[in-house]
């Protein structure tokens, strides 16, 4: 089993360290051309994205993976529930955007592309999931990053074009963003049979526990960026967001993991695990040592200077990166996996470490501004990465039969 999910991972790596490459470029390019402060509106534009859209899948993205492990995806009419859910989706998606948006001051390009990104998402996510239930992990991938790559390529356009009109920006990649939706729509329906069996509703109900653990997530991940926002300002958050870029390259491996090994976790043996982990060991440390040695000299390279002044947090993001390459491991498993009373015990676990953590990076950025946000996120994945390894314990070494 081992060697199959050393195939599937080094194949998904592959793909998402490809796709992944433009974003910082994207970032990057976008750092350079636009002031700091409509860098850090396109930042929060990102954030909002980023934080909505998977809210609004309720968890039902990892329901029909956790179902679809022990039942073929083409045997269940799987689109009703994902067409049911995008409508509901898009509805909160429709009053809440404009609220955000009110409330920063942003503006109406801003709320037109937050809408249409989300909404495509929403679709890409949830049909690119049917496909990864069918095995195919990298068609799946493929169809969730292309957009990614587009985006992209529109950026170095106006780039080239010396154009840095922030608005203009924002309309054309909402209107980007609703024809790829469209098209992954037809093309799903196309490429995966639908069957007549009914998804039992106990699936869709069993995805609400991971809405709650994904509302955690993404407190934890992107509440940071809202905090640093209201209290210090959107120029502080592009700054952050624009050193953060280091980030993404942990967040490859991160994600290739989690991509993996949750839909297969049920096969994996201890054996397997400690591949897992020797594996995220040694790839996040490497990682971690080149930024520590190159990374000042390479950021202020990328930004042509701009961002210099807050390269001290370099050290602080690359340890952040390194302890996430740790937790996800025991996070895809217990969701894969786990019986419900364990799952239970780790949603009950992290929704009490974001009840101390919302406040904690309050204080945090308060006394210590960027880098007292890049410790809190430190500490909590850390936390996390404890208690997940624990329960690994208990399934692995203690009673894995019950769990």
């Not at 060697?3 to 910082?24: C, D, E, H, Q, W």
């Not at 729509?185 to 509703?201: A, F, H, R, S, W």
């Not at 990374?295 to 390194?322: M, T």
């Amino acid at each position: 089993m081992i060697n199959k999910y050393l195939v599937k991972y080094r194949n998904v790596t592959v793909l998402i360290m490809l796709s992944a490459a433009f974003g910082p470029v994207r970032n990057v390019i976008l750092g350079r051309m636009l002031s700091i402060s409509d860098f850090g509106v396109y930042s929060l534009s990102l954030t909002v994205v980023g934080m909505l859209y998977p809210l609004l899948l309720f968890g039902q993205q990892r329901g029909s993976i956790r179902f679809f492990i022990k039942n073929s995806v083409t045997d269940y009419d799987w689109k009703r529930p994902i067409m049911i859910l995008l409508y509901i989706a898009v509805l909160i998606s429709c009053i809440s955007v404009p609220i955000i948006s009110w409330y920063y001051d942003v503006g109406y390009p801003f709320l037109y592309f937050c809408i249409c990104a989300i909404t495509s998402s929403l679709i890409t996510e949830l049909l690119a999931n049917i496909v990864r239930s069918s095995g195919k992990y990298e068609l799946a991938l493929l169809l969730q990053r292309s957009v990614r790559i587009i985006i992209a390529i529109i950026v170095v356009i106006f780039f080239l074009s010396d154009l840095s009109i922030l608005s203009s920006m924002f309309y054309i990649f909402g209107t980007t963003h609703i024809f790829y939706g469209v098209f992954i729509y037809y093309y799903v329906n196309k490429k995966i049979n639908l069957g007549i069996k009914k998804v039992p509703t106990s699936s869709q109900k069993e995805g609400l526990y991971f809405s709650v653990m994904d509302v955690i997530t993404l407190v934890n991940a992107y509440g940071i960026n809202l905090i640093i926002a209201g209290i210090l300002s959107l120029d502080y958050l592009g700054i952050f967001f624009a050193v953060c870029i280091i980030l993404r390259v942990y967040e490859t491996f991160v994600q290739s993991t989690d991509f993996v090994v949750m839909p297969s976790s049920g096969d994996l043996d201890k054996k397997g695990l400690i591949v897992i982990i020797v594996k995220n060991l040694i790839i996040g440390a490497l990682i971690s040592l080149f930024f520590i040695v190159f990374g000042e000299s390479l950021l202020s390279l990328i930004y042509a200077q701009k961002y210099d002044e807050y390269l001290y947090l370099i050290p602080y993001i690359c340890l952040v990166g390194f302890v996430k390459m740790m937790d996800v491991i025991p996070s895809s498993i217990v969701g894969g996996v786990s019986k419900k009373r364990v799952l239970k015990q780790y949603v009950f676990f992290n929704i009490a470490l974001t009840l101390l953590f919302i406040p904690g990076s309050i204080l945090s950025i308060l006394y210590s501004g960027l880098k007292g946000a890049a410790c809190a996120l430190i500490i909590l994945y850390a936390l996390r990465s404890i208690f997940g390894f624990g329960i690994l314990y208990r399934i692995y070494e203690l009673e894995k039969e019950g769990y």
